[in-house]
């Protein structure tokens, strides 16, 4: 499958407010999710106030990009994996079932920081991705993300 | 042990920036803990713009609410278990180490959310705490948090 979007500018508008990445929340971080071969790569550089302690990138952040790497990860390899081709407002939706992330050392802060997730299983409702955060090539935190596929009607019932 | 202010509120200044829970990072969340008992407290109120999908809080947002609920709640249980008295600027900074979340349910956006602590294991450098998340009584998401004692120089050598 070849995608040159990222996958969270093709989300139903429905489900593209979330504040981690969604692009029409207009207070949120705009996580974007590509897929280069057999992996999802996105980048983040975290502001100055998103601060642990002096130095170091806020672990709550640093979760939170984990989550949505994880649940846009999802959808691009739900996607492969079921030949969904992927067009404008169509990409399926998950969300987050668990979210484990160990943090291996401190994140430096003021760098670029590198997400790459990668499959690990697939069934008919669930993914799980192993996804990494890279700074200057050295891998800090590591996490797996238990994603759910949304019921497409999820939230119109009213 | 009693324990009239947030623990929070009673760290070191230079460990005090944290975006979750620093008194002293202005664009933060600003979460505070409190000792109740043998369980440790605290409450949110999420914004508006905290949205995963329609009417639902962001779950990066609650990974980062129990991370620090949970190191907040290490430090209290670490100077419970150790017979420190805390007193201003002397509480023991933990640092996350491992961080598992599970979402339960949907946890609606609007409402207070409860946020309770209780500890599980404790060592020399480590205190493993169970975090709960609570709106209007029901348990939306739970945690667990493997906090490490920070050292007391971490920082200052520079």
Do not use: W
């Not at 999710?33 to 170091?56: M, N, R, V």
């Not at 969300?95 to 050392?105: A, D, E, H, P, R």
């Amino acid at each position: 499958m070849k995608l040159i979007e990222p996958i969270q500018d093709l989300y139903q508008e429905d489900f593209a407010h979330c504040y981690g990445c969604g692009r029409l929340n207009e207070y949120g971080h705009h996580l974007k999710t590509y897929l280069e071969g057999d992996l999802t790569k996105s980048t983040f550089l975290p502001k100055d106030y998103h601060i642990a302690i002096e130095g170091f990138v806020y672990g709550g952040l640093l979760a939170s990009l984990i989550d949505c790497h994880g649940t846009g990860s999802a959808s691009i390899f739900y996607a492969m994996h079921n030949g969904i081709t992927i067009t404008k407002d169509n990409a399926p939706r998950f969300v987050t079932g668990n979210l484990n992330v160990t943090y291996l050392k401190p994140t430096p802060l003021g760098k670029e920081l590198k997400i790459t997730g990668e499959l690990k299983e697939i069934s008919r409702k669930k993914v799980i991705t192993s996804i990494k955060i890279d700074v200057d090539g050295n891998c800090t935190v590591k996490g797996k993300v238990t994603a759910i596929l949304l019921p497409e009607n999820f939230g119109k019932v009213k």
